[in-house]
């Protein structure tokens, strides 16, 4: 499948060491993001998001997490607005993350 942008999400404690990192998928699910697409009215959003599996990754180290980076390239390798989404949101505020860090577009 032909992919339209590369999504990565990274997640540092507060002294900026890497707690965990993922890209976006076009293939995998994952009960977690299946319950939050639908909790925010976006129920065919199923494929796991970058933000999503990050924190999924961290498992208990999420609680030393204080920022998470969101980046998006489109094919040509041009930053892309990668504010998360609604249900990445629904997320993160679950999170002890403070601070939100993302590309725009170029």
């Not at 890209?23 to 319950?35: E, L």
């Not at 998006?72 to 997320?91: H, N, V």
Request: charged letters at 35%.
């Amino acid at each position: 499948m032909s992919r339209k942008y590369d999504i990565t999400a990274i997640i540092k404690d507060k002294h900026g060491h890497i707690i965990s990192r993922a890209n976006n998928s076009y293939v995998k699910t994952h009960p977690v993001q299946a319950r939050l697409a639908e909790q925010v009215g976006r129920e065919k959003k199923i494929y796991l998001h970058a933000e999503v599996l990050a924190i999924l990754r961290a498992g208990d180290r999420i609680e030393k997490a204080h920022t998470i980076e969101v980046f998006r390239f489109d094919r040509e390798g041009k930053t892309k607005l990668a504010k998360p989404c609604p249900i990445c949101m629904e997320l993160i505020r679950t999170t002890p993350i403070k601070r939100i860090v993302y590309t725009k577009d170029e």
